[in-house]
């Protein structure tokens, strides 16, 4: 066990499953994430690959509970609803599947994909995450989306209907958006909304369309800093007088609505990576590892159906690196962190004189054996976590 990590560590944060599926219609320009667009598809051989990735994470820790399913990707309502019911019972029979366990899958609001919410509720989806992105047309096609306001909100409706529990995702500080704009999209999408939202600032990443564009100065429109903060400051306001309170810097929920597969990883559970390019944490033989599947889908396949599994790396996590992992993560959260977790992986207390200075600077909260970040310093976690490991 690296460093004298505490080996039930994972505990604290409980276990949860991923699956990635890593196929899209379209690429978005700003998407960064592991996804293909590819004509054709063989089904059939992706959901045994998947069935069989299940089952080679499970021999690795054998007897978990698992609290949470999530399909992810790429747009995981491609997949067949039969592939989704495989999966889940491969889950369910490797481990144990918690009764109250929550089963997510994104999904792109079209009629198409609408058209096979039914078929995912069958197979055991009890949430849905719908990637909206936007409530107008405009900037819909700027963001390379292939629905429209109208199809998502019919989908929208759909979904609501089908499933007990349903969120969706925006993207503010967008090109040529104001301040105005967004508090009224925002107030448009809370009248919608059940009890779940996802709000993201649009971040510009290396690698992507809007990347490329903006390196040659032709990504035009585009807020200023100051901008984009008034945004996040507005989007913690109207949520929280809506009764969605901000449990994590981009996540607005209800009380109790928050999800549970997202909080596995800010609390630092371990979780189990499946499908191309999927990430995890396992603990296993009092040593937290670090797992990444093969990129490539192509390959990834290739490697299940060779090899028996698609697994590309895996390396030992020591108790300095899992404290930062789990300031990085924890700190998003509005409950932050228990100090003495902190501790018992470093086998130090957390630093005291950074403390008190950050606490100086109202950046961040020290109390009821909490360490929390305050609204003032949520904006910029990567400075407090700089201070905090130096």
């Known amino acids: 066990m690296p460093d004298g990590a505490p080996a039930e560590d994972w505990r604290s944060g409980g276990f949860a499953v991923y699956i990635h599926w890593p196929f899209c219609l379209a690429k978005c320009p700003y998407c960064d994430f592991n996804s293909h667009v590819r004509q054709t598809v063989d089904a059939d051989r992706w959901r045994r690959a998947l069935v069989a990735e299940v089952a080679a994470a499970a021999k690795t820790v054998p007897g978990r509970t698992v609290g949470s399913i999530f399909f992810g990707g790429g747009t995981p309502s491609l997949m067949p609803p039969d592939t989704v019911a495989a999966v889940i019972a491969a ?65 929208f409706e759909v979904a609501r ?21 967004w508090r009224s999209e925002l107030d448009r999408a809370l009248a919608m909304a059940i009890d779940h939202l996802s709000l993201y600032q649009l971040t510009i990443e290396h690698g992507t369309r809007f ?9 035009r429109g585009m807020p200023s800093p100051d901008a984009s903060h008034d945004m996040y400051l507005a989007t913690e306001e109207i949520c929280a007088r809506a009764g969605y309170g901000a449990y994590e810097v ?41 797992t990444e599947e093969v990129r490539s889908p192509e390959a990834w396949l290739d490697a299940v159906e060779t090899r028996g599994s698609g697994l590309a790396t895996e390396a030992p996590v020591s108790s300095t690196d899992q404290a930062i992992e789990m300031l990085m993560m924890g700190l998003r959260l509005a409950e932050g962190i228990d100090p003495n977790r902190y501790a018992a992986l470093t086998g130090a207390p957390m ?21 929390r970040a305050t609204r003032s310093g949520r904006p910029v976690l990567d400075a407090i976590l700089r201070r905090l490991v130096a």
């Open 91 to 155: 889950i369910a029979e490797v481990w144990t599947l918690a009764s109250d366990a929550e089963i997510t899958l994104e999904a792109n609001p079209t009629s198409v994909e609408a058209g096979r919410f039914h078929g995912y509720r069958d197979a055991g989806v009890n949430r849905l995450s719908m990637g909206v992105q936007a409530l107008n047309d405009t900037d819909l096609k700027a963001l390379g989306r292939i629905h429209d306001t109208a199809e998502a909100v019919r989908a």
């Open 161 to 181: 209907g089908i499933f007990p529990r349903v969120s969706f995702d925006l993207i503010y500080a967008r090109q040529g958006q104001t301040l105005a704009d």
């Open 211 to 219: 990347g490329d564009l903006a390196a040659r100065g032709r990504l």
């Open 250 to 290: 981009s996540n607005h929920a209800r009380s109790g609505a928050e999800s549970r597969h997202n909080l596995v990883y800010w609390r630092y559970g371990d979780y189990a990576g499946v499908g191309p390019g999927a990430h995890g944490r396992l603990t296993r033989g009092g040593t937290r590892w670090a």
């Open 351 to 371: 630093p005291t004189a950074a403390i008190a200075e950050l606490a100086a600077l109202d950046l961040i909260d020290i109390s009821a054996d909490r360490l």
